[in-house]
Nanobody, 126 residues
Framework: QVQLVESGGGSVQAGGSLTLSCAISGDRVMTNVVAWFRQAPGKEREGVVAIYSTGDITRYADAVKGRFTVSEDDAGNTVYLQMHSLKLEDTAMYYC???????????????????WGQGTQVTVSS
C-alpha cells in the first residue's frame, strides 16, 4: 500500500494561485491512478482531478477545467496540483488519493481509491 502526504495548502485571495503537492511512498504496484479530491464543510467529498500512471491520461472535474493543472515528477514520487484563478467555492480540504481503476471519463468515486492522505486546507477569501 502507498502512503500519501499532502502539502502546500493555505489562504489566498480570490483570483490567486496555489500549488499543492502529494508525496507518494511505498509500493505502487497495485495502483495506477492518483487523484485529488476535496471536501467542503457540510458537503460530500468530490473528485477534482485524476492522473493515471501513464502520465498522459488525466481527468478533470468540470468545475476546475481550465483553472487547475495536475502533473507528476519524472520519478512518479510527487503529484502536483496547480490551482489558478481560485474562487471562493474552491475552499475545502484537499485530499490526495491513490487506487487502481480503469480510465473513464470522470475522476471517479472516493470508493475507487484505497489510499488517502490526511489532507491540506485551502481557503479562498474575497
Amino acid at each position: 500500500q502507498v502512503q500519501l502526504v499532502e502539502s502546500g495548502g493555505g489562504s489566498v485571495q480570490a483570483g490567486g494561485s496555489l500549488t499543492l503537492s502529494c508525496a507518494i511512498s511505498g509500493d505502487r504496484v497495485m495502483t495506477n491512478v492518483v487523484a485529488w479530491f476535496r471536501q467542503a464543510p457540510g458537503k460530500e467529498r468530490e473528485g477534482v482531478v485524476a492522473i493515471y500512471s501513464t502520465g498522459d491520461i488525466t481527468r478533470y472535474a468540470d468545475a476546475v477545467k481550465g483553472r487547475f493543472t495536475v502533473s507528476e515528477d519524472d520519478a512518479g514520487n510527487t503529484v502536483y496540483l496547480q490551482m489558478h484563478s481560485l474562487k471562493l467555492e474552491d475552499t475545502a480540504m484537499y485530499y490526495c488519493a491513490a487506487g487502481r481503476r480503469h480510465a473513464s471519463t470522470s475522476v471517479g468515486s472516493p470508493y475507487d481509491y484505497n489510499s488517502w492522505g490526511q489532507g491540506t486546507q485551502v481557503t479562498v477569501s474575497s
